[in-house]
T-cell receptor, first 110, second 113 residues
Framework: DAKTTQPTSMDCAEGRAANLPCNHSTISGNEYVYWYRQIHSQGPQYIIHGLKNNETNEMASLIITEDRKSSTLILPHATLRDTAVYYCIVRGTSGSRLTFGEGTQLTVNP | DAGITQSPRHKVTETGTPVTLRCHQTENHRYMYWYRQDPGHGLRLIHYSYGVKDTDKGEVSDGYSVSRSKTEDFLLTLESATSSQTSVYFC????????????FGSGTQLSVL
């Protein structure tokens, strides 16, 4: 599975959009991009995933570049409860398990 | 939240003692996983199960064993706990092998003194 690179930490003002980048330059054609987050002292929570097209659900939007070498998770109106570590994971359909890296610590400030 | 219960939530034990952590689910999901989380290492897969009595090793399985006698229960056993096994342990479930919408439990904080 492709390796991902994320910034260690980011800050965002409450009510503003939070844009979390992820680089996955070695991604292959059948690999999906997944995003999870982990709020302090809780288990990780699934957010969204995509292959090529942009995706949106009730939690976030996922923008994947045309060459698929990078993606951005967008939280449109960040709240204090969105403060968490966000993990970007790339995984194929071969049945290999999800591998969590260190993620990005997003801090939403009042 | 998905119906996943981990027990105990916290445990302190001594080196060399056996420890069993329990994961119980009410979702009837086929796949269950045990992860450990440590600073600087992220989440690492210990063992997983793809059905009753069907289990396999993850990337950090040494020193751990698992059992799954019922769909709803997945047990993680440390036969002889060591200080290096001090960690937060998370159980997760998923519906299928390729469905990686994992649902996680709240974790067990284990301290081995």
């Amino acid at each position: 599975d492709a390796k991902t690179t994320q910034p260690t930490s980011m800050d965002c003002a409450e009510g503003r959009a939070a844009n979390l980048p992820c680089n996955h330059s070695t991604i292959s054609g059948n690999e999906y991009v997944y995003w999870y987050r982990q709020i302090h002292s809780q288990g990780p929570q699934y957010i969204i995933h995509g292959l090529k097209n942009n995706e949106t659900n009730e939690m976030a939007s996922l923008i994947i570049t045309e060459d698929r070498k990078s993606s951005t998770l967008i939280l449109p109106h960040a709240t204090l409860r969105d403060t968490a570590v966000y993990y970007c994971i790339v995984r194929g359909t071969s049945g290999s398990r999800l591998t969590f890296g260190e993620g990005t610590q997003l801090t939403v400030n009042p | 939240d998905a119906g996943i219960t981990q027990s105990p939530r916290h445990k302190v034990t001594e080196t060399g003692t056996p420890v069993t952590l329990r994961c119980h689910q009410t979702e009837n999901h086929r796949y269950m996983y045990w992860y450990r989380q440590d600073p600087g290492h992220g989440l690492r897969l210990i063992h997983y199960s793809y059905g009753v009595k069907d289990t396999d090793k993850g990337e950090v399985s040494d020193g751990y064993s698992v059992s799954r006698s019922k769909t709803e229960d997945f047990l993680l056993t440390l036969e002889s706990a060591t200080s290096s096994q001090t960690s937060v342990y998370f159980c997760a479930i998923s519906e299928s092998r390729t469905d990686e919408k994992l649902f996680f439990g709240s974790g067990t904080q284990l301290s081995v003194l």
